[in-house]
């Protein structure tokens, strides 16, 4: 069976889904997205997702393009559609369609909608996981509000490139000062040399991960203490462990950073144990 995609209220064959050339999104990267994990066919974390889409649109004065409740049943229904179990939606909702003007639309146009899913293979992410990855560093280049999730994302796909092309899975974004900012589609970790956990606060220029927030309350639960505070790149060699954060990589051991060994350089205790209370309770809460 093909793959279907949602656009704009009607659900169409993949290979035939279009949207039209003046699509803000298009042309200005006028535009928000989401991605959310399926296990069995269910979404995960699904509540924290919505609340960003929103806050996301509402920062970039954009409407919902309908209720959450509706929206919801428009993603499960894409799901059942394409009769997906383990794997990701995306979702897309961009400004309109327009003629070419850097302000905004006015009236405002109807928000584009676009819902594609996709299967992932978790077998083939369990070994990776298993395996742990390296990074990749690179200066931060971004604008100054990468807390919206735009699909503005040339520096982070040329960052991502980068990390490809040394044989590395992510990227992770250094700051002037020196610390990392977060990863090219990810939130960055390390378990430091005393044992703490730490990942950078969201004061900083980063994105809010979902995956990020129901880890921190996965740690708290479990009577773990986390650190919301920046670090370097050294530190995180220094460091016991690493990992990074994401819907689509849930909870990834780094093992190597810029080709430097991360502690003794392989998968640890911490990271492991986490990744599968990650998973047990986005199961638990999917819907
Ligand atoms: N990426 N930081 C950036 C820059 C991201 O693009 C992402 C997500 C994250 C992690 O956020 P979350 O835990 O909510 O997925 C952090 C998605 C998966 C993507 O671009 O495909």
Redesign the pocket.
């Known amino acids: 069976m093909g793959r279907i995609a949602y656009v704009n209220g009607r659900f169409v064959p993949h290979g035939e889904a279009t949207v039209h050339i003046e699509d803000r999104g298009y042309q200005f990267a006028d535009a928000v ?1 989401e ?1 959310w994990a399926l296990f069995d066919g269910r979404l995960a ?1 699904p509540e ?2 919505l609340a ?1 889409l929103e806050r996301s649109l509402s920062e970039l004065s954009i409407a919902m393009p309908m209720s959450r409740a509706a929206l919801t049943m428009v993603l499960k229904e894409a799901v059942r559609r394409n009769r997906v179990s383990e794997g ?1 939606v ?1 979702l897309q909702v961009s400004r309109g369609v327009a003629p070419r003007d850097h302000a905004f639309p006015n009236p405002p146009v109807r928000p584009a909608t676009v819902i594609t899913v996709s299967r992932v293979d978790r077998a083939a992410s369990e070994a990776k996981a298993a395996k742990g990855v390296g990074v990749v560093t690179v200066a931060e280049n971004r604008w100054g509000r ?1 807390d919206i ?1 735009t699909v503005g ?1 040339l520096p ?1 796909a040329l960052a991502k490139q980068k990390a490809r092309a040394a044989g590395a899975v992510e990227a992770w974004f250094v700051d002037d000062l020196g610390f990392v900012t ?6 960055a970790w390390i378990v430091d040399r005393d044992g703490r956990l730490r990942t950078r606060d969201t004061n900083a220029n ?8 129901t880890l921190l309350d996965v740690i708290r639960q479990n009577g773990l203490e986390v650190d919301e505070r920046p670090f370097t790149p050294a530190e995180a060699t220094a460091a016991k462990e690493a990992f990074i ?5 849930f909870v990834l051991p780094v093992v190597s950073v810029d080709g430097k060994a991360v502690g003794e350089g392989k998968v640890g205790p911490v990271a492991s144990r986490l990744r599968r209370l990650y998973i047990e309770q986005a199961k638990a809460t999917a819907i």
Do not use: F, P
């Open positions: 997205y991605v974390d924290g997702h960003r990701l995306y990468c999730k994302l982070n977060e990863g090219s589609s990810s939130n980063i994105l809010r991960g979902v995956t990020r927030l954060t994401s819907a689509s990589s």
